[in-house]
């Protein structure tokens, strides 16, 4: 390799070691952390995000992506790699540092009182502190001089190149073709009480635990924790950590959600070979991250052939509950269409719902035809006219979600592109590898992860996610297929 | 407070800030990190490393201190703690960043081979990399110039002043007056096997939580784990954390292993209230640490009188195994003097041999007088000659403490500095508070507790261990008041 092709690697993993810790805190905050080490630990993250700015906007490193931008004899994949290094970081640059440490510090903040007005069921405990965090994201917004307003220069930071002129049709099309499904569907016959008995929490750990390793989760490179939303992190090089949350009374929730964030795990596990904090060894995007997530979660977990096949595990694990239940019957409660009032709860179809409810709220907050004052009533406005649901509290409500006390506007929308890509790349896994979605044993889950790491996990960030997805399937993103879907499974 | 003073408490502060993360790394790195993750940890621990002594090691910084010790205007309490803050960097001041960071990456990679090496049971697998790690400590020794041998060096680091001049004396009479004292006890009579039988884990946590919240750990300023060695770590202001491990056939260990970890919080947790990072707010030394643990497991925990207060706690959690026992049987077997091969699961008596052992061994080990391929054979010549007990395993000998693969030379004699300190202090607290010791309720323990914090927690780093124990005791460090409580105890 070329000596300045060695620098290029060795910054990057420089930069990736910071983030390693920075995230093995984040890690920490969210699992472990105790209440009152709260504002040192903010210290440690705003200190830790200066250090990574530092780096990231070293001039040194730009004047070595300049030069390596002419070196004619790299490789296709290494000049890409130094072109969307060049790019991601041209953005970073547009904020000072200490622009940086102000927004890490106050987030933390913010993540605490989030904390705090949950335990009080209280957003105005939370008002404050998310009022001048959004202030903060405005700022951010302008200082990044982008080309639209001010939401589309947020939502670039999760899905490049993504604008709400373009989520906009999306979004209509989508809500317009699901509410006819919706419709179609008769709600009165749906039942998911069997879930809704009591389910040891021991015994939904040790079945989680199980699916884990069946489907190659690497225990020696990560782990699998408790925390109030479950979450992937992607420490280092060999430390993927995936946590998750049991309800004994409902079955339901802790099965599926492990098998959602193991689809990001897989991911992130495969991610590993590459070289440590350039793009060829991250993500595509959020949005194809979410594709990862739900195709494990819905188009495997969620389906006939897979219940089918393993219904009697669930069976072993949950004799008195389940022995005398058919896996028909099982597969209909898991999939009941119904509305409720929390996302990360909801069916595959009203799910769209809570994220289109969401991204028009971040949308008027940032762009400033939202005061976060009047966020909470307008919040049980939407999900009064499009669930039909009274909001009976605001730890129901405004408060389930971390996301905004986290900073994280433009990040809902990815959800529901993670959906649409997910139902589109099913369609070709299917058509590509057509009987492991019959055998829906290891052998076949094996040839799946193959596929996946042949046309995704090895592109890393090399691409962007739309670019990817006409690659795969040959289209640009669209609803179609998630259309096609859900129509085949909720319209039989 | 005036403005170079002010300079000084925040650049102390920014070194905490960097303490604290590399903290949580390093507690993270025992209870939860996956094993893959080696490499990565050790470089970010590394990098933590470097940067921490940059900041140690600042000229500009040493400036200011120079200009704060010629400052007549500052109250005692201030000077002392500017002149230990020099004392101390001073002396890290001799070891080059380079060198620092270089040490750290190697004792991560040596604790990774500890670990595999207990796995597969041999010493081989560590040997390599800890005889290497020996030749970088005998290096920074030399590095240190310190009066002493290079041993000395390195227990200066443990036990600020202290030499093995000092130690050696102290050593000897208390392994004669001890082993007069366990020849003088039937050790045939003892008979600890009602400790022995089964004690669910779960009961066994429950009863050890309750106690810790009972004796006022701060379950918001703090945590407890499970790892495979209990320790104790101060990560922050905030945020203590203590670790323990349960057998389910011996209800001996995690009980008194708990609060001796306790011991040790408490006296973090004191120390929160004080500027972080600066000499106020730090512990005195190991031995004055380890003081604080020994009194509340041994001088509380195992006395006859919070015993006989509190054995109804401990049948009610297992009343299969303890509702047909007296208390006095039960203090009996709490108490049992029995030589065995593990220091962590010794008696109050032979704990010291365990100790001293390890004293001998590090002193050759670091001198250059015991090379390190011989160690696993001297460790065992030491254990059939001093405690008359055949090693059958690298796993209950050589292997069963990670100190030497953390790169902890020197570390051994604090522990039994540290219950001859405890014995010491004891004394006075009985005298000082007398009813405390009868009445073994929380009112009782608060009257100790305030107690320890006007007499220990409140002196912070400001005086030297022996400093300290001529304050609180009119005597400098002795054998005399351990020896008396030995014998009262098992004299009898």
Same mark, same amino acid.
């Given at each position: 390799?070329?000596?300045?092709?060695?620098?290029?690697?060795?910054?990057?993993?420089?930069?990736?070691?910071?983030?390693?810790?920075?995230?093995?805190?984040?890690?920490?905050?969210?699992?472990?952390?105790?209440?009152?080490?709260?504002?040192?630990?903010?210290?440690?993250?705003?200190?830790?995000?200066?250090?990574?700015?530092?780096?990231?906007?070293?001039?040194?490193?730009?004047?070595?992506?300049?030069?390596?931008?002419?070196?004619?004899?790299?490789?296709?994949?290494?000049?890409?790699?130094?072109?969307?290094?060049?790019?991601?970081?041209?953005?970073?640059?547009?904020?000072?540092?200490?622009?940086?440490?102000?927004?890490?510090?106050?987030?933390?903040?913010?993540?605490?009182?989030?904390?705090?007005?949950?335990?009080?069921?209280?957003?105005?405990?939370?008002?404050? $502190?998310?009022?001048?965090?959004?202030?903060?994201?405005?700022?951010?917004?302008?200082?990044?001089?982008?080309?639209?307003?001010?939401?589309?220069?947020?939502?670039?930071?999760?899905?490049?190149?993504?604008?709400?002129?373009?989520?906009?049709?999306?979004?209509?099309?989508?809500?317009?073709?699901?509410?006819?499904?919706?419709?179609?569907?008769?709600?009165?016959?749906?039942?998911?009480?069997?879930?809704?008995?009591?389910?040891?929490?021991?015994?939904?750990?040790?079945?989680?635990?199980?699916?884990?390793?069946?489907?190659?989760?690497?225990?020696?490179?990560?782990?699998?924790?408790?925390?109030?939303?479950?979450?992937?992190?992607?420490?280092?090089?060999?430390?993927?950590?995936?946590?998750?949350?049991?309800?004994?009374? $409902?079955?339901?929730?802790?099965?599926?959600?492990?098998?959602?964030?193991?689809?990001?795990?897989?991911?992130?596990?495969?991610?590993?070979?590459?070289?440590?904090?350039?793009?060829?060894?991250?993500?595509?995007?959020?949005?194809?991250?979410?594709?990862?997530?739900?195709?494990?979660?819905?188009?495997?977990?969620?389906?006939?052939?897979?219940?089918?096949?393993?219904?009697?595990?669930?069976?072993?694990?949950?004799?008195?509950?389940?022995?005398?239940?058919?896996?028909?019957?099982?597969?209909?409660?898991?999939?009941?269409?119904?509305?409720?009032?929390?996302?990360?709860?909801?069916?595959?179809?009203?799910?769209?719902?809570?994220?289109?409810?969401?991204?028009?709220?971040?949308?008027?907050?940032?762009?400033?035809?939202?005061?976060?004052?009047?966020?909470?009533?307008?919040?049980?406005?939407?999900?009064?006219?499009?669930?039909?649901?009274?909001?009976?509290?605001?730890?129901?409500?405004?408060?389930?979600?971390?996301?905004?006390?986290?900073?994280?506007?433009?990040?809902?929308?990815?959800?529901?592109?993670?959906?649409?890509?997910?139902?589109?790349?099913?369609?070709?896994?299917?058509?590509?590898?057509?009987?492991?979605?019959?055998?829906?044993?290891?052998?076949?889950?094996?040839?799946?992860?193959?596929?996946?790491?042949?046309?995704?996990?090895?592109?890393?960030?090399?691409?962007?996610?739309?670019?990817?997805?006409?690659?795969?399937?040959?289209?640009?993103?669209?609803?179609?297929?998630?259309?096609?879907?859900?129509?085949?499974?909720?319209?039989?």
């Amino acid at each position: 390799m070329n000596k300045d092709l060695l620098k290029y690697y060795d910054h990057l993993k420089e930069i990736a070691n910071l983030v390693s810790i920075s995230s093995t805190l984040h890690w920490d905050q969210e699992v472990n952390m105790p209440l009152k080490a709260s504002t040192s630990r903010a210290n440690q993250l705003s200190l830790l995000s200066g250090l990574i700015h530092e780096k990231q906007t070293d001039p040194r490193f730009f004047d070595l992506l300049m030069r390596l931008q002419e070196d004619e004899s790299l490789s296709d994949k290494q000049k890409r790699s130094i072109q969307k290094t060049k790019q991601i970081l041209d953005r970073t640059k547009k904020l000072s540092n200490e622009f940086v440490r102000k927004v890490s510090a106050h987030t933390s903040n913010t993540f605490t009182s989030w904390l705090k007005a949950r335990e009080e069921n209280s957003f105005s405990v939370l008002l404050p $502190n998310l009022s001048m965090l959004i202030e903060l994201k405005q700022e951010e917004a302008t200082l990044y001089k982008h080309s639209g307003n001010l939401y589309d220069a947020l939502l670039h930071e999760y899905e490049p190149g993504m604008t709400s002129a373009q989520l906009d049709p999306v979004f209509s099309k989508l809500t317009k073709d699901l509410s006819d499904i919706i419709s179609s569907i008769d709600l009165k016959e749906d039942d998911d009480s069997i879930l809704r008995q009591f389910y040891p929490k021991s015994s939904q750990w040790k079945l989680g635990m199980e699916y884990l390793k069946f489907f190659g989760f690497d225990f020696s490179a990560g782990r699998q924790d408790i925390s109030e939303h479950p979450f992937t992190i992607a420490i280092s090089n060999g430390d993927i950590r995936i946590t998750t949350r049991i309800d004994e009374n $409902n079955l339901g929730e802790m099965f599926w959600s492990s098998l959602h964030e193991m689809g990001h795990a897989l991911y992130e596990q495969s991610l590993m070979k590459y070289e440590a904090g350039a793009p060829e060894s991250e993500s595509c995007s959020l949005s194809i991250h979410e594709s990862q997530s739900r195709f494990w979660e819905n188009h495997i977990g969620r389906s006939k052939e897979f219940i089918s096949k393993h219904f009697s595990s669930f069976q072993s694990y949950f004799p008195e509950n389940l022995s005398s239940i058919s896996a028909d019957t099982f597969y209909s409660s898991i999939n009941v269409i119904k509305p409720n009032l929390i996302r990360t709860s909801a069916d595959e179809l009203t799910y769209h719902t809570h994220v289109y409810i969401r991204y028009k709220l971040e949308q008027g907050l940032i762009n400033g035809t939202l005061e976060a004052k009047n966020l909470k009533e307008e919040w049980n406005n939407l999900y009064k006219s499009h669930l039909g649901l009274i909001v009976p509290n605001d730890r129901s409500g405004v408060l389930q979600d971390v996301h905004w006390a986290h900073g994280s506007f433009g990040y809902f929308p990815t959800y529901t592109l993670g959906s649409l890509y997910a139902a589109q790349f099913s369609e070709v896994i299917q058509r590509d590898v057509p009987g492991a979605f019959k055998q829906m044993d290891q052998a076949g889950f094996r040839k799946i992860i193959n596929w996946l790491d042949d046309h995704i996990y090895s592109k890393g960030r090399l691409f962007d996610s739309n670019e990817l997805c006409i690659q795969i399937s040959g289209e640009p993103l669209n609803a179609d297929a998630f259309i096609r879907y859900a129509k085949n499974k909720y319209s039989s």
